[in-house]
C-alpha cells in the first residue's frame, strides 16, 4: 500500500480515537462524510486537448507532513509525451498538469507556438 493511504488511515483512525464519544446515530452519519471526503481525493477522467483526446488523474500525497496533489496527464494515439505537476491546490493541479504537457508538445514539435499560446492563454 501506498504511504499516502496509509497516513490518511492513519489520520482517520487518531481522529476518530480522540472524536468524543457520541450516539452509534452522529457515528453512523460521520463514516460516510469521512469516506466521501478521502475518496473524493483521487480523480480521473478525460478532456479534450487542441482536437486530442486525453486522460488525467489526479492522486494525494503527504510530503513533510502536507498534503500536496499529483497530476498526470497523457493522449494515447497522438504521443507518448506525459504532462505532470506536484501542487498543493487540488483545484489547480489539472490546469497546471495540463501546462506541463503542452509546454512539452511545444517543445517536440507536435503543436505550434500560436496553437499553444492561445491554449495557454484561454
Not at 479534450?48 to 510530503?63: A, I, Q, W
Not at 502536507?66 to 497523457?74: A, H, N, P, T, V
Request: hydrophobic share 45%.
Amino acid at each position: 500500500m501506498r504511504v499516502s493511504v496509509l497516513s490518511m488511515a492513519l489520520v482517520v483512525a487518531l481522529a476518530a480515537s480522540l472524536a468524543p464519544q457520541c450516539q452509534a446515530s452522529g457515528w453512523e452519519a460521520l463514516v460516510p462524510a469521512i469516506a466521501n471526503k478521502l475518496t473524493g481525493l483521487w480523480e480521473s477522467g478525460e478532456l479534450e486537448l487542441l482536437g486530442h483526446y486525453c486522460n488525467f488523474s489526479v492522486t494525494p500525497k503527504f510530503k513533510r507532513w502536507q498534503l500536496y496533489f499529483r497530476g498526470r496527464m497523457w493522449c494515447p494515439g497522438w504521443t507518448a509525451i506525459r504532462g505532470q505537476a506536484e501542487t498543493r491546490s487540488r483545484s489547480g493541479v489539472v490546469g497546471r498538469t495540463t501546462q506541463d504537457f503542452v509546454r512539452k508538445a511545444f517543445s517536440a514539435g507536435l503543436i505550434t507556438e500560436s496553437e499553444a499560446q492561445v491554449w495557454l492563454n484561454s
